[in-house]
């Protein structure tokens, strides 16, 4: 039964987050320090995961991913400029804190929700698509909000170096991080055709077996140390992310000449919840949190409905 399909998909999902949240809560787990579990999975377990399973894919396959690149990297764009010049504009909030909500509302939560639900949903190969989506929000939305803060403050009030250095650095900053370099070099290795075989692959996914799981208890645990606020920013936010994000990304598929196997993989991508990249941003730059964290609360208790909607939509079968 369909029901059940989703049920399967999205019970694992909440389950451990919310193993993570009472966790923090609980004081079992510290949810105030969680850099080393975040390092653990940014750092290590999704990137092995990612890296495994884009350079293990046939040049074929990786070509046929390039209408995700794009789609997925243009609306996530494109939410995260509206969002950014409209708060700007019309609020009183700072231009760092306009960042972190427009990274949190336009990039989604794909390592800790998208991998394991598009893993239930279309099984292994789930992987791929995820990491190319992964890639290309890496590449645009993260390093952009880099930027942003950097110009407009950083970690000790903007005065060090010239402006020029800052944005370089924060550029390579961003464009140096694991999960940033893995689906990078596996779609350059898988477009090479180049092979690691069967051990270099084996030692990989031990480890990259781990980031779905730990990346769920990473989020809940995140969450369970941000103090929730529900306003009228916080639920436009969450209609942002979990409502217009897959609404513009099915009328781009719409549109464009795609497969409709690409068009429901995309769609069901944007679906995800708000990811918690500007949480730990807000934290890494010493900037108020309680927001982005409002904002990922509401978004990943809402994904529940419109998550359902969309398996139920896309995935029929």
Known sequence: MLSDAILLALAPVFFVMGLGYAAGRMHIVENHQVDSLNKLVMDFALPASVFAATASASRSEMLAQAPLFAISGGVMLLLYLAWYVRQHASSKIGKEDAALQALTIAFPNLAGVGLPIVSAVLGPTGVVPVAVTLAAGSILVSPLTLILLEINGGKDGGAAGPMTARILGALRRALTKPVVLAPVLGIALSLSEVRLGPVVDACLLLIGHAAAGVALFLTGLVLSGQSFRLDWKVVR????????????TALVVFILPVSAETAKVAILLAAVPSGFFGILFAVNYRLDSATAGSMVI?????SIITMAIAIAVLFPG
Do not use: E, N
């Open 237 to 248: 936010a969450t209609a942002a992310a979990d409502i217009i994000r897959p609404l513009l």
């Open 298 to 302: 509401a978004s990943t208790v809402f």
